[in-house]
């Protein structure tokens, strides 16, 4: 059985950094494709940043040089650097996978994701 774990969230002032973690289990060969959306109170989930295996980063332009997407060495954690946080970025943060490799211009379309974390708070303070 397949399971995301989020960690990381928390509170943070504005200009502030977190990092959060994603951890996959139950699947041997792991994931090509995971990434990380944000469901801010009132709103749809949304794309923030995905991480291809095989290839490709790609991150919503809200995002863009202030959040960096990873993985370790053995593919099996997923990472997001978060710097420069803004109140903006206030949200649940939801871990993804898919369970095949996602061309770019699908990406950040939630529906092609397959498995989903419980999320993760992330709150910034003004």
């Known amino acids: 059985q397949v399971q995301l774990v989020e960690t990381g969230g928390g509170w943070v002032q504005t200009g502030g950094s977190l990092r959060l973690s994603c951890s996959a289990s139950?699947?041997?060969?792991?994931?090509?494709?995971m990434g990380w959306f944000r469901q801010a109170p009132g709103k749809e989930r949304e794309f923030v940043s995905t991480?291809?295996?095989?290839?490709?980063?790609y991150y919503a332009e809200s995002v863009k040089g202030r959040f960096t997407i990873s993985r370790d060495n053995a593919k099996t954690t997923l990472y997001l650097q978060m710097n420069s946080l803004k109140p903006e970025d206030t949200a649940v943060y939801y871990c993804a996978a898919a369970n095949n490799r996602l061309i770019s211009s699908s990406v950040g379309d939630q529906r092609m994701y397959n498995y989903w974390g419980q999320g993760t708070q992330v709150t910034v303070s003004s």
């Open positions: 991480n291809r295996r095989s290839g490709g980063t």
């Open positions: 139950g699947r041997t060969s792991g994931f090509d494709t």
